[in-house]
T-cell receptor
């Protein structure tokens, strides 16, 4: 399964857009890009996922490059409650999968 | 609230002991996953069950075992505990079936402290 690379930390001002990048250069055709976040030792929370096309839901937008080697999670109007560790992972929809979680990006939203 | 429940919330025990962590998946989810998260570390996938059968195995120690029961709840058994087993243990569930993407919903976790 493909591994992901994310910056260890980022800062964002409250009310501004937070753009979190993720590199997954070895992703294969049947692997989805998923984003989760974890707020201070709570259980990780699902945010959004995509395969090829850009996706948007009530929480965030996901932009996947045409070659699928990288993606960006966008929180359009970050709030203090968005301070968390954000994980980008790739998941194979096949039968046998090993789920690899990196260390994620620690996002600090500042007032 | 994800709909996944885990008990107990906290567990403090001594080295060499055995503990059991319990997870109830979301209603309708057949797949259960267990993860370990040590201090300031990412999540380490341990094991996955689907409808009572083991489906994928990660870095699970031989001292650890899990099972999923007919009512779909799952238990993670940790034995001969060591100090290094102190961690957060998360359970997640999904309606995963082969060929589909796998959105996992996580429980609140069990914090295990081994003294």
């Amino acid at each position: 399964d493909a591994k992901t690379t994310q910056p260890p930390s980022m800062d964002c001002a409250e009310g501004r857009a937070a753009n979190l990048p993720c590199n997954h250069s070895t992703i294969s055709g049947n692997e989805y890009v998923y984003w989760y976040r974890q707020i201070h030792s709570q259980g990780p929370q699902y945010i959004i996922h995509g395969l090829k096309n850009n996706e948007t839901n009530e929480m965030a937008s996901l932009i996947i490059t045409e070659d699928r080697k990288s993606s960006t999670l966008i929180l359009p109007h970050a709030t203090l409650r968005d301070t968390a560790v954000y994980y980008c992972i790739v998941i194979n929809a096949g039968n046998n999968r090993k789920l690899i979680w990196g260390l994620g990006t620690s996002l600090a939203v500042n007032p | 609230d994800s709909g996944v429940t885990q008990t107990p919330k906290h567990l403090i025990t001594a080295t060499g002991q055995r503990v059991t962590l319990r997870c109830s998946p979301r209603s309708g989810d057949l797949s259960v996953y267990w993860y370990q998260q040590s201090l300031d570390q990412g999540l380490q996938f341990l094991i996955q069950y689907y409808n009572g059968e083991e489906r994928a195995k990660g870095n699970i120690l031989e001292r650890f075992s899990a099972q999923q029961f007919p009512d779909l709840h799952s238990e993670l058994n940790l034995s001969s505990l060591e100090l290094g087993d102190s961690a957060l243990y998360f359970c997640a569930s999904s309606d995963w079936d082969r060929g589909y993407a796998d959105t996992q919903y996580f429980g609140p976790g069990t914090r295990l402290t081994v003294l």
